[in-house]
């Protein structure tokens, strides 16, 4: 049985950005466990703002980007990131303008384990 697309509000879009910048600031092991309702694991403002199912299908389905305008994978303009691209160009154009950086400037660069497979980070097994 399949089960009917319901066409995503404006509101939505916003609390599943909301939910998903928080991911960055509340940590748990995987994205699931924001939605657990195991009392030493529960995130309580998750489930109350949006059900697990939804938040998974926005994610799945969201394009800020034409595909049909994107350049194919053995083209050498191929860009990986092709399907948020316009909100990087307007994220990074606004933190440019917005951020002055003074004269004290320090920056760190971390290094942590990591075996993901993005091909943008380097696997450092020691």
Same mark, same amino acid.
């Given at each position: ?40 694991? +529960? ?11 939804? *938040? *998974? ?27 948020? +691209?316009?909100?990087? +160009? ?11 950086? +003074? ?24």
């Amino acid at each position: 049985m399949l089960a009917t697309r319901k066409d995503i509000t404006a509101q939505e879009i916003r609390q599943w950005l909301g939910l998903t910048f928080l991911t960055g600031l509340v940590t748990q092991n995987e994205l699931k466990d924001y939605w657990s309702t195991n009392p030493l694991h +529960s995130t309580p403002i998750f489930p109350a703002i949006m059900t697990r199912h939804r *938040y *998974y299908e926005i994610k799945r389905f969201i394009h800020f980007n034409d595909n049909s305008q994107a350049p194919s994978r053995e083209d050498s303009n191929h860009d990986r990131l092709h399907n948020i +691209s316009p909100v990087l +160009s307007h994220l990074d154009q606004n933190y440019a303008d917005l951020f002055m950086p +003074s004269v004290n400037l320090n920056v760190d660069e971390s290094l942590f384990l990591f075996k993901g497979r993005l091909v943008w980070k380097q696997c450092l097994p020691l």
